[in-house]
């Protein structure tokens, strides 16, 4: 319950400071280059270890590319893109750290779906 009261709170601050912040459209493509930047470090961090202890264990056809694509981002990163002191600095990161959140949130979270159906459909 503490939780969600939490997150209510932090989308709320969210909300606020998206009026306060007026992007720039090169800050919105340095957004866009971000969450290429995310999905593949996202991809390395996972793949690395998952191909290193594949002689050790078996999983599953599609492991990766679905954990990969289902590493949703949101509150922890807006919050600390917040605690960042004011300034221009501030607001690049802000604006790149909000077009990957609602990146991950509408499209990673509304694809997520279909991408597991793809694989596991193979699994039967």
């Known amino acids: 319950m503490l939780d969600e009261r939490l997150n ?4 709320v601050l969210i909300g606020l400071e998206v009026l306060l912040v007026s ?20 991809l390395a961090s996972i793949s690395l270890p998952l ?10 056809g599609g492991t990766i590319p679905v954990l990969t694509w289902g590493a ?4 922890i990163a807006v919050a600390l893109a917040l605690s960042i002191p004011s300034g221009d600095k501030r607001d690049i990161v802000l604006t790149m750290t909000y077009v990957v959140v609602v990146f991950s949130i509408l499209v990673q979270g509304l ?5 597991v159906k793809r694989f596991t459909r193979y699994e039967r």
């Open 23 to 42: 992007p720039k459209p090169i800050w919105l493509l340095a957004g866009a280059g971000a969450i290429v930047i995310v999905l593949f470090a996202r």
């Open 111 to 115: 694809t997520m779906g279909p991408l």
């Open 8 to 11: 209510a709170v932090l989308f």
């Open 51 to 60: 191909l290193a202890t594949g002689r050790l264990r078996v999983f599953c």
């Open 72 to 75: 949703l981002r949101g509150g």
